[in-house]
């Protein structure tokens, strides 16, 4: 059985996502609250627990976690990589090329710049 906090993130982030929000959006409008519901499921499941939603790629639920998970969390290091792994196959994806260039310019600003001599 899906809890209720699983859910709530689940429809937040497929409101944001039919609404054209974005995990690099400047604001989040009305009825896309998917930071409070993702503080809910982790306050009462775990941050392990919600790292889980990095498998589901519908409605970008899993960019969603991986932002939130990297932005508002101290991740254990086999988290934070499968967070970035998700945030670097969205930014080589060519399914939405505004989403790619967004993630691509957030990773070139927290990665830094491998020098080949």
């Known amino acids: 059985m899906v809890s209720d906090t699983a859910v709530n993130y ?3 982030c497929k409101t944001a996502c039919l ?4 995990p690099l959006n400047e604001r989040i409008g ?8 993702a503080a809910d499921f982790v306050r009462l499941n775990g941050l392990e627990a919600f790292g889980g939603f990095l498998r589901e790629y519908q409605y970008l639920v899993d960019l969603w976690a991986a932002h939130l998970i990297l932005g508002s969390y101290t991740p254990s290091d086999t988290l ?3 967070c970035m792994a998700t945030i670097q196959r969205y930014a080589t994806s060519v399914l939405d090329p505004v989403l790619a260039e967004q993630e691509s310019r957030w990773l070139a600003r927290i990665e830094p710049p491998t020098h080949r001599r």
Do not use: I, K, Y
């Not at 609404?19 to 974005?22: E, F, P, Q, S, T």
């Not at 009305?30 to 519901?37: F, I, K, S, Y």
């Open 80 to 82: 934070r990589e499968q």
């Open 10 to 12: 689940l429809v937040a």
């Open 19 to 22: 609404l054209g929000h974005r």
């Open 30 to 37: 009305p009825g896309a609250d998917v930071t409070e519901a």
